[in-house]
């Protein structure tokens, strides 16, 4: 089947889905800007992230992790929603057939785009929280204490640490957003996943859910996938293009 096809294909079954959900990793990211950490090249090359985004490293030697995220901070500051996000909003607004997006990403730029219900599987970077106080902090006000020169930034009222609500390995998942996304597996009818190599566990498991309850699967990512041996079409290639190209041939059948 050519690409052309499977980009048909791929329009039909979302012509023919009630219930839409779109799962994303890093790769619907790369093309704003923000490179996936395990490509080569990106931040786990030049951070171990053992000791650099560790929880328990970070309660003892903080400063590790703050010194990466304002590396980290350029990419996410200076990244605008790609044609990719933008697709997702369209699916959701224009057509109402998109119901939410589960992401493996921090970068907030789904919200970004306009999907107004969004699952942050690992976190994100938009809000912080002191760990004495529990007081919420949004990016810009962190990003002003950085720039004051205070690495770690500690909370201006008790003095605590402040962490940033992504996830660091030894931490889990947040149970509330898990339960929500196996949820919205079970809900589909219709599973799209973009920009994922589907390796990353737990988060990588919950599309097996979607599929074990009856979806149809969709999946648009660089590389072939593990699951792609079940999807109805798998589509390589980058998502900013095929995305869009999908929603054209919608357009056209709808």
């Given at each position: ?204 498991a919950l599309p097996s859910i979607a599929v074990k309850t009856g979806s149809r699967l969709i999946i648009v990512n660089k590389e072939i996938t593990p699951m792609d041996i ?25």
């Amino acid at each position: 089947m050519s690409q052309e096809d499977k980009v048909k294909k791929a329009a039909e079954l979302i012509k023919n889905s009630d219930y839409v959900v779109a799962f994303t990793g890093a790769g619907i990211s790369v093309e704003s800007g923000i490179p996936d950490f395990r490509s080569p090249g990106g931040l786990w090359e030049r951070y171990n992230p053992n000791e650099y985004a560790n929880y328990f490293t970070f309660l003892t030697h903080p400063e590790k992790y703050w010194t990466m995220h304002m590396e980290l901070r350029e990419m996410v500051r200076d990244a605008q929603p790609n044609p990719a996000h933008n697709a997702l909003a369209t699916l959701e607004h224009e057509y109402g057939k998109l119901k939410s997006v589960i992401t493996q990403n921090v970068d907030f730029l789904h919200s970004r785009a306009g999907n107004t219900k969004v699952l942050e599987l690992h976190g994100t970077a938009q809000t912080s929280r002191c760990l004495g106080c529990d007081k919420t902090f949004y990016f810009t006000k962190v990003e002003e204490m950085l720039d004051q020169g205070q690495v770690p930034p500690r909370c201006p009222h008790c003095k605590g640490l402040i962490k940033t609500n992504t996830i660091l390995f030894g931490e889990d998942l947040p149970n509330d957003v898990v339960e929500q996304s196996r949820e919205e597996m079970i809900a589909a009818d219709l599973l799209i996943v973009i920009g994922s190599s589907l390796t990353v566990y737990p988060a990588a498991a919950l599309p097996s859910i979607a599929v074990k309850t009856g979806s149809r699967l969709i999946i648009v990512n660089k590389e072939i996938t593990p699951m792609d041996i079940y999807a109805d079409v798998a589509i390589q290639g980058m998502a900013g293009v095929i995305l869009p190209r999908i929603l054209t041939v919608l357009e056209e059948i709808s």
